[in-house]
């Protein structure tokens, strides 16, 4: 072993993390060990949002081209439907490995444009409707703060502050009915299954929370295949069970009860319910969002 290019080696990596923590430049802001500042363009990294109702993901070939540039952000929900939205710092970072893992993170000021004539201010949740279908180009726009990130990998302590970051997310807003899965009761048909922890049916309560209304189909529960995610396992088919669904208008519910199994030994074993499994309601806004699956 050369001692000397071994000492040389350990020099260079020093000074390497010594820039790393250091760092500053005009296109990525000011970075160092004590802090880092970004604003306008070089914040934009750090800009987020947050909705806390349905909202679905949608198919790349459904998006105009003239808003491919988005597909990364897009998104769909129903037209009529009252959802929270709140402007949020990004805890992941800028995107380039600059600064990650951000830690208590605080927006200072938070404006968000619908794309719909409506522009609300507030840092906390601001509640939409829109109330026509189609496309709209939601803008979000932060200043804030955070206390703690790594930059490259290296623990650097320091404040950071984000400065008029923004962020374009692309919502279509769609005029269909939405199968949801929203509780799940077990239920036992006598004295003995409750002892021996047999469970006999189960009560699934189902929402339409599109804008539409939906057609009576029929709900599907099996045992999941363990190497086959939404096949019924090879070994269980005889647990399989069918249930009738009737039409739901929008924002109604029903409560379905199944006839389904679940011996003590099956309890820890994968089940899956598809809420239409007839394929009747093709319109929905995620089809693919039917398939839901428990312990």
């Known amino acids: 072993m050369n001692i000397n290019k071994t000492k040389a080696g350990i020099f ?29 363009d070089e914040s934009n990294g750090f800009t987020s949002l947050n909705v806390n109702k349905e909202v679905y993901s949608i198919d790349k070939n459904k998006i105009p081209k003239k808003y491919k540039q988005y597909e990364a952000y897009t998104y769909q929900i129903a037209k009529g439907k009252k959802i929270s939205y709140k402007a949020v710092i990004n805890t992941a970072g800028d995107g380039l490995g600059l600064v ?7 927006v200072k000021r938070a404006t968000i444009d619908f794309g719909d004539g409506t522009k609300k201010v507030s840092t906390g949740w601001i509640s939409h409707t829109y109330k026509k279908s189609g496309w709209y180009l939601i803008k979000v ?46 239920g036992y048909t006598s004295q003995k299954n409750y002892k021996n ?33 939404g096949k019924v396992h090879p070994k269980l088919k005889k647990y399989t069970a069918t249930a009738y669904l009737k039409a739901l208008k929008p924002g109604k519910s029903t409560s379905v009860r199944i006839y389904f199994k679940i011996p003590k030994a099956l309890a820890k074993y994968v089940k899956n319910i598809r809420l239409d499994y007839l394929n009747k309601n093709k319109n929905q806004m995620s ?3 039917n398939l839901y699956s428990f312990t």
Do not use: H
Request: glycine share 10%; net charge positive.
């Open 12 to 40: 260079i990596i020093l000074i390497t993390l010594f820039i790393l923590c250091s760092i500053s430049t005009t296109s990525a802001g000011s970075y160092g060990s004590n802090g880092f500042e970004v604003n306008n």
């Open 100 to 106: 990650t893992n951000l830690k208590g993170t605080k």
């Open 141 to 186: 726009n932060l200043d804030g703060t955070c206390t703690g990130f790594d930059l490259f990998g290296t623990p650097c302590n320091g404040t950071g502050k984000i400065n008029n970051g923004t962020k374009y997310y692309l919502f279509y807003v769609a005029n269909k009915p939405q199968l949801s899965l929203t509780g799940i009761t077990a």
């Open 197 to 229: 922890k047999y469970i006999s049916f189960l009560d699934v309560k189902i929402s339409n929370v599109g804008s539409l209304s939906t057609k009576a189909t029929k709900i599907k529960i099996w045992y999941q295949d363990p190497k086959k995610f």
């Open 287 to 289: 089809v693919s969002n």
